[in-house]
């Protein structure tokens, strides 16, 4: 009688080493650790030690995904002008802003790179191509410690700081110019923003004296901000990744301390996940998304990276006899 391996034939495939992009289902064996492995999903948000960036930073912007992400500005030993590309495993120095400046927004990917606004007080905006930093048109409010979020040719820059004053003002970036639109309908600076220019969300931040975080979430449409549910842990300083629909935001800081919690938002509320950072950090930088992200640099000053794989991204599991 034929036996059904020499039917079917052998479906696991033996490798020496794991899959580069398996798909989600496949197995094989690991000859060189010896272990069934198979291709499933994250049951619940991770955060993972990444490459450590090559110098110290905080108060700078990120761009990209996790697997190509940015890294620009900021505080340093090696300058305000300072940017890094990260592959997923390790940072290498780019070519360096046209400006040394903190405290700015970002948005677009490693390739197509937006650097606006900062400290000392500006609106100028530079577009990075991968090799080089460019000035472009400049923003209509100067500002810094804003939230930005979105594409090189479809950006979103929020709130921030005109000394003596609290901005709440919106501006738009279509590749070429900014336009101003509707306000915010909090004033705030040390903002947190992500998402995209029709789904933009804003987390936390400061009103001024004393240095207590807020709670408070505003979500942009595209047209107009409405104010969403309050954060669990007001912060300010903070980082997120995501859209007004699914988010989540850590770190940041209030009143002498800095935090390590991650909150989720659905859209409408949020809470308060299990996944800690393993550096509590405040002005730290992110780049990706809700599911697979990456946060870097911060302060107390670190050169720690940490990588975020959310809940149902892809990962790599070990299977074992139950």
């Given at each position: 009688m034929a036996e059904y391996i020499n039917i079917k034939g052998q479906n696991i495939?033996?490798?020496?080493?794991?899959?580069?992009?398996?798909?989600?289902?496949q197995i094989w064996y690991n000859s060189t650790s010896n272990t069934l492995k198979g291709d499933g999903v994250t049951t619940a948000g991770a955060w993972a030690t990444g490459g450590n960036?090559?110098?110290?930073?905080?108060s700078g912007a990120g761009a990209g995904t996790q697997t190509a992400a940015l890294i620009f500005g900021g505080v340093g030993p090696v300058g305000k002008n300072a940017t890094y590309e990260?592959?997923?495993?390790?940072?290498?120095?780019?070519?360096n802003l046209n400006r040394p400046v903190e405290q700015l927004a970002?948005?677009?990917?490693?390739?197509?790179?937006?650097?606006?606004?900062?400290?000392?007080?500006?609106?100028?905006?530079?577009?990075?191509?991968?090799?080089?930093?460019?000035?472009v048109n400049s923003m209509n409010t100067a500002r810094y410690s804003l939230g930005g979020c979105g594409t090189q040719t479809a950006a979103v820059g929020f709130g921030g700081f005109i000394p003596p004053t609290l901005s709440a003002a919106t501006e738009e970036y279509d590749g070429t110019n900014w336009t101003t639109v509707n306000s915010m309908n909090t004033a705030r600076y040390q903002i947190a923003g992500t998402g995209t220019q029709n789904s933009a969300l804003a987390i936390?931040?400061?009103?001024?004296?004393?240095?207590?975080?807020?709670?408070?979430?505003?979500?942009?449409?595209?047209?107009?901000?409405?104010?969403?549910?309050n954060l669990n842990t007001a912060r300010r300083a903070s980082a997120g990744l995501g859209t007004s629909?699914?988010?989540?935001?850590?770190?940041?800081?209030?009143?002498?301390?800095?935090?390590?919690?991650?909150?989720?938002?659905?859209g409408s509320t949020w809470t308060t996940l299990p996944a800690t950072l393993a550096t509590a950090r405040r002005y730290l930088s992110s780049a990706g998304t809700v599911s697979l992200g990456v946060t870097m640099g911060g302060s107390p000053?670190?050169?720690?990276?940490?990588?975020?794989?959310?809940?149902g991204a892809p990962t790599t599991v070990t299977i074992t006899a139950s």
């Open positions: 495939e033996v490798v020496a080493s794991d899959p580069a992009n398996p798909t989600l289902g960036l090559p110098s110290p930073l905080y990260y592959n997923g495993t390790s940072w290498t120095p780019g070519n970002g948005a677009g990917t490693q390739t197509a790179g937006l650097a606006f606004a900062g400290e000392p007080t500006s609106a100028i905006t530079e577009e990075y191509d991968g090799t080089n930093w460019t000035t936390g931040g400061r009103l001024g004296p004393p240095a207590i975080g807020l709670s408070t979430t505003e979500q942009y449409d595209g047209t107009s901000w409405t104010t969403g549910g629909s699914l988010a989540i935001g850590f770190g940041g800081y209030s009143t002498g301390a800095s935090f390590s919690s991650t909150e989720e938002y659905n000053v670190t050169t720690s990276t940490e990588e975020w794989t959310g809940a």
